[in-house]
């Protein structure tokens, strides 16, 4: 059975403060992102990683940085977190152009 | 700039009716069609995907894709109270080296017992 596992389901950080978000998945997948989902925006794209060490911008990456140093592992920093960076974050992996599964989300409020 | 349309809703159907969830997208070179159910709260899980024009049919669900009017439906029979989630839309654009999927705003489906 696939999965995909966030480190944290709810997260409350004030402001300044250096968030890490963790992923991990255990399917073998070489493509990894990150998500932010928003009312009204819908799912945004942050960062994604086709390998290890690899890392590609998406479509909002501001105030945003990732780390992948093993294949499973899929990090997401920010490192001065803000109130406008409060949202569901979702982790996502996939093979190639097929079904991406995603992990349960983490609900970051920043205080 | 890729982008992947839906109605917001809600959209409301009475139990046993068929819900109707359309997509439309923007870059004519798509390939790949997704369509994911999110509950409240809940991160999005797959329920259909499509790669080629026409129908596409399981169990209760049929996904419908008309490329050259740059548009994906899906069709829900039978509609069951358990039904009532967001349907997003995703769409791929194969064979540019990007696994990106580029997905739409949602529709909210409420059916109705």
């Known amino acids: 059975d696939v999965k995909v596992t966030q480190s944290s389901r709810y997260l409350v950080k004030r402001t300044g403060e250096k968030v890490f978000l963790e992923c991990v998945q255990d399917?073998?997948?070489?493509?990894m992102f990150w998500y932010r989902q928003d009312p009204g925006l819908g799912l945004r794209l942050i960062y994604f990683?086709?390998?290890?060490?690899?890392?590609e911008k998406g479509d909002i990456p501001e105030g945003y940085s990732v780390s992948r140093e093993k294949k499973e592992r899929f990090s997401l920093i920010l490192e001065s977190a803000s109130t406008n960076q409060t949202s569901m974050y979702l982790c996502?992996?996939?093979?190639?152009?097929?079904?991406?599964?995603f992990g349960p989300g983490t609900r970051l409020t920043v205080l | 700039q890729k982008e992947v349309e839906q109605n917001s809703g809600p959209l409301s159907v009475p139990e046993g009716a068929i819900a109707s969830l359309n997509c439309t997208y923007s870059?004519?070179?798509?390939?790949?069609f997704f369509w994911y159910r999110q509950y409240s709260g809940k991160s999005p899980e797959l329920i259909m995907f499509?790669?080629?024009?026409g129908d596409k049919e399981d169990g209760r669900f049929t996904a419908q894709l008309n490329k050259a009017s740059q548009y994906v439906s899906l069709l829900i029979r039978d509609s069951q109270p358990s039904d009532s989630a967001t349907y997003l839309c995703?769409?791929?654009?194969?064979?540019?080296?990007?696994?990106?999927?580029?997905f739409g705003k949602g529709t909210k489906l409420s059916v109705i017992p």
């Open positions: 990683s086709y390998d290890v060490k690899m890392k």
């Open positions: 399917m073998d997948h070489e493509n």
């Open positions: 996502a992996s996939t093979v190639g152009e097929n079904e991406q599964f």
């Open positions: 499509i790669y080629s024009n």
């Open positions: 995703a769409v791929n654009l194969a064979g540019a080296g990007s696994y990106q999927l580029t």
């Open positions: 870059d004519r070179g798509s390939q790949s």
